[in-house]
């Protein structure tokens, strides 16, 4: 079991950016914004609700609900899982693929480092590229790793949300399709919010926040939990 120390990530040939996904900024996020986004779609409201959402770069990750990024919150050692081409500040970057960021190759389902050795874990839309097992097995190995009080910011499309979004056609055919299925047609399995709770808790995990309606199309939803 490899043991990653604590320290700022090695030098990248890209230049890491201010992370999109602030731990307390989406904990100050209004319990009523989900409502709000929810009446917009089912009403057909989407020129409104595209204004409300903002046109800045990080409202394509937020939805335009929370603080743009700023210097980072957290402290500590950060886990970027599956990073994809995200280079965030702070963060020690992990994928299965090689990229010039990189600092950890691995699968997500079975992470090189000892047990509690993470103040936070960000993994944004890689559990959906997972099946059902394998999802289990990032789930179980990030409460594994994450130390006490660690965080984790965990972001996939939302099931519940992308079936509202057709029906309502607040998004076109292929935009629903991109979300069910993926860019590279990749996805293997989608969840709800009520799902992904169950399998966190299940975990050892205790979710603090679960906000659906989040994105540009606000079909994925934000979930934030902690380790007891």
């Not at 409300?52 to 409202?59: H, K, L, T, V």
């Not at 079975?110 to 993470?118: N, V």
């Not at 097992?133 to 179980?140: F, N, P, V, W, Y």
């Not at 057709?166 to 399995?189: E, K, M």
Request: charged fraction near 20%; aromatic fraction near 8%; include cysteine.
């Amino acid at each position: 079991m490899t043991h990653i120390p604590c320290l700022c990530p090695m030098p990248s040939l890209t230049s890491p950016v201010p992370s999109p996904y602030q731990y307390h900024a989406i904990c100050r996020t209004h319990i009523w914004v989900p409502w709000v986004k929810r009446i917009l779609i089912v009403f057909h409201l989407a020129p409104l609700a595209n204004r409300w959402r903002g046109r800045a770069e990080w409202s394509h990750y937020t939805g335009g609900w929370n603080a743009p990024p700023s210097a980072s919150e957290s402290t500590g050692c950060r886990l970027n899982l599956g990073c994809g081409q995200a280079n965030y500040e702070g963060y020690i970057n992990l994928d299965i693929v090689s990229r010039p960021h990189l600092q950890v190759q691995a699968p997500g389902q079975r992470l090189p480092f000892q047990s509690e050795s993470f103040d936070e874990v960000l993994c944004t839309d890689v559990i959906e590229h997972l099946d059902e097992q394998d999802g289990l097995s990032l789930i179980r190995e990030v409460s594994r790793i994450l130390r006490r009080r660690g965080h984790l910011i965990l972001v996939t499309p939302d099931l519940d949300s992308i079936v509202r979004i057709y029906r309502s056609r607040f998004g076109t055919h292929d935009q629903v399709i991109q979300h069910l299925l993926g860019d590279a047609r990749d996805h293997r399995y989608l969840y709800t919010v009520s799902l992904l709770k169950r399998r966190l808790v299940a975990a050892g995990l205790i979710v603090r926040r679960s906000i659906c309606h989040w994105g540009p199309l606000w079909a994925h939803m934000v979930i934030l939990a902690d380790k007891a």
